[in-house]
């Protein structure tokens, strides 16, 4: 595989269950004849129900968190492959919410990736990223090989099987500023080295993709396209309306 990008929305707790399958069957319609790769990540109670809508079409199915067990005593939790059940063909691992108010950390993050990539047809989107502190103290790009290392140390890929990287400073989620274009550019680098030194190149190449996500929208879509080692985009609220998306999926796509 040659890097090919993927646009992935995450709506996280903002839609009801009606306005989430709503907003799928006008997603399913707009992505018609898109040509790339895109997913939307609902609610976990809307997931069986948007698996049933998006089933057949341009736009794949993806969940927001998943638990490392596959079965048993563990009340609230949903395993991988109850996910693939479904429909889903991607989840999100750690995201920085998740850290902040669910405590999770990344030795959870790490349990939940290995069973993920046990379950064969789920590629899990691994959420990494500085927050404000780290940034002003000039901590990222330790923080970032730290949090590869504690995510995905001693995970071994097997075949063709797919990880996607997704860098989320914290300071931008939400914040209607995303990163400057050029900063993106050099966090990607120093993701893409450390996983170079944790699996080789050419696993990196073939297995991995490091997408960005904070503050995009149509606006400022154009200045992430074209650069280098920027794989996709994780988007959130820009996410919500059917006709911003696309847009920002069609111009990540150039
Ligand atoms: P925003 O696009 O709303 O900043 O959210 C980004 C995000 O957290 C996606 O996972």
Known sequence: MDNKKIV?????MKLSLAETSDLAKEMKNKFKG?????????????LVGVGKILKGGPVKLGAQNVFWEDKGAYTGEISPSMLVEAGCEYVIVGHSERRK???ENYSMIHKE????LNIEGLTPIVCIGEDTVERKTDRRDFVLVNQLQEALGGINLMGDQQVII???PIWAI??????????????HKIIKIALND???MRVVKNNFRVIYGGSISSKNVKEFSGLEGVDGLLVGG???DAEEFYKIAKAILK
């Open 8 to 12: 992935i929305a995450n709506w996280k």
């Open 34 to 46: 898109f040509g790339g790769e895109a997913a939307i990540c609902p609610n976990s109670v809307s």
């Open 101 to 103: 108010y669910l405590l």
């Open 113 to 116: 990736l290995k069973a993920v």
């Open 166 to 168: 997704a860098y989320e």
């Open 174 to 187: 939400g914040s209607g500023t995303a990163i400057e274009p050029t900063e993106a550019e050099y966090a």
């Open 198 to 200: 944790m699996f080789g």
């Open 238 to 240: 820009a996410s919500l």
